[in-house]
């Protein structure tokens, strides 16, 4: 069986789940988070099963997915994804939607740290053992995914709306020219300059891995009362 293990996550989050399941279910695995390999990603790999996993971002698929998604192919997919413990809208129908005539046969979502708190949220693994120990089974079924409502402005001037929220500022006293926020952006949106293009979708990859502060985030008043919110943790396996 050929089994690939996809993941985007700026963040690392995310990886921390995908690695888990490669642990468990050997596999290739394609760290999607980088660009190039986006880019220069075979389409022509067929795959028995694959197991995709990312983040939520503002109740959305991150934008770099919306289209690479369509060039993985594979008989059977379990869909991973992960949210800040607010909302996570319909993005695991719309993302089992993207992978059909694809069967969806196993699917976890995951409160994990939000991009724009400081947190420490432990993973508990074992968790997703029902889906590890039926594909070591052998045992592919089709699970049917849930429609939830999403957020009417979800959707509605969806960069706007972020950029408007969360702003990155550099100092270029602080910067010692590491290039490592060049290095780590999924977008290829900063550059050696650390001038911010308008492909940036504010991950904040590159404030988090600025050894020296050089770059870091401002949030909106209206997104810190958001944050205010009491978080949800209960973890969807299926």
């Known amino acids: ?116 708190l ?6 508990d693994n074992s968790l997703y053992h029902p889906i590890i120990d039926r594909v070591k089974s052998n045992e592919f079924k089709t699970i049917s995914v849930p429609k939830y409502k999403k957020s009417i402005f979800a959707s509605f001037l969806e960069n706007e709306r972020t950029k408007y929220n969360v702003s990155i500022h550099f100092d270029p006293k602080l910067c010692i020219n590491c290039q490592k926020c060049v290095e780590v952006c999924p977008m290829y949106a900063i550059n050696i300059e650390k001038n911010i293009n308008k492909s940036c979708i504010l991950c904040t990859a590159c404030v988090k891995n600025c050894k020296t502060s050089a770059l870091t985030y401002k949030k909106s008043y209206i997104l810190k009362s958001y944050l205010k919110i009491k978080q949800k943790t209960k973890v969807i396996v299926m």
Do not use: W
Request: with cysteine; aromatic share 18%.
């Open 1 to 116: 069986m050929k089994i690939g293990h996809f993941v985007f996550s700026p963040g690392k989050e995310t990886f921390k789940i995908a690695t888990y399941f490669q642990s468990q279910i050997k596999g290739d695995f394609f760290d999607i988070t980088d660009k190039k390999v986006r880019d220069y990603y075979d389409e022509t790999n067929k795959f028995d099963l694959v197991f995709l996993s990312f983040p939520v971002y503002s109740q959305n698929i991150p934008i770099p997915l919306r289209s690479f998604i369509s060039k993985i192919h594979s008989s059977y997919f379990v869909l991973n994804i992960t949210y800040g413990g607010f909302q996570y809208g319909n993005v695991l129908k719309e993302a089992h939607d993207l992978i059909q005539p694809s069967i969806c046969t196993g699917y976890s979502v995951t409160p994990v740290n939000h991009t724009y």
């Open 118 to 123: 400081n947190q420490d949220i432990h993973i």
